[in-house]
């Protein structure tokens, strides 16, 4: 593809239940573009983790994703609180999600873990009170 | 060892089977999400005991093969449906997470 395809998906922190529809859709969108299987895994769980995070701990936000001939780019903005401790939070174990969280399965801390160990590239950026945002790129 | 095979091996409840075909490639048993993205491979098959839509997204993202669901956890009927529609093989056994396995590993 010459020019690269943006898609663009509100993250919505109120519906649990229908988190993960943004990377479920863009996992279908990098299957029609003839993405490789494994560069589409990569893409799908790393956008994953960053969505059901919006959801779970900065009540929704934003996903864009920026398709190129080169690179799959996922930014992932939100309003939330912010992370006090960037560096404690990407410690796998490392988690303050609630018990109602934990008893669906999440706040296990391997969400930002696995988020960089998918990425070939991973930027957080957050400010207390402000919110976060989270670039991740996925070489393909 | 195929899906289709695997059901009738092991006597699994269909919940729902949009690739009975699909090739069997390795296991991955656990319940906490994260762990199980972070961890498991495209083609395994995922041992659990969750059932809430989650469960779906995780078996669509991971692209495993097949979702047991063990010690016949009670489901929702949504999340069977959401299964359907994302094509996610769904199936269930009465059998606890370790028997299952230990019975799934000498087939496969
Ligand atoms: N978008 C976000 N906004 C605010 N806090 C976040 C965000 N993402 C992650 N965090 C913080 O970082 C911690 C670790 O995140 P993660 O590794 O995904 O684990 P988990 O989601 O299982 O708690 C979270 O428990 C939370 O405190
Ligand atoms: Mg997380």
New binding site residues.
Partial sequence: MSEPLVFTFDVDGENFTSAGEASVAMKKNLRMLGISPEAIRRVAIAMY??E???V???GG?KATVTVSSDAVKII?E?K?????N?E??????????PEN??NLG??????????KKNADEMT?E?TLGV??T?TMTVNI | MTVSELVKSLDLEILSMTDGTREIKGAYAGDLL?WVMGRASAGNVWATIMTNVNVVAVASLVDMSATVICENSEIGDDVIETAKQKGINLLRTRLPIYEFTAALSRLI
Avoid: C, Q, W, Y
């Avoid at chain 1, 939330?80 to 006090?84: F, R, W, Y």
């Avoid at chain 1, 404690?88 to 303050?96: Q, V």
């Avoid at chain 1, 999440?106 to 988020?115: K, Q, R, T, V, Y």
């Fill in positions: 983790e960053g059901i995070n919006m779970i701990h900065a936000g992932l939100d939330g609180p912010g992370i006090a960037v404690l939070a990407m410690k796998e174990g490392f988690s303050t999600a969280i934990r999440f706040g296990a801390g391997m969400g930002l873990p696995n988020m957080v957050s919110g976060t989270i | 994260s």
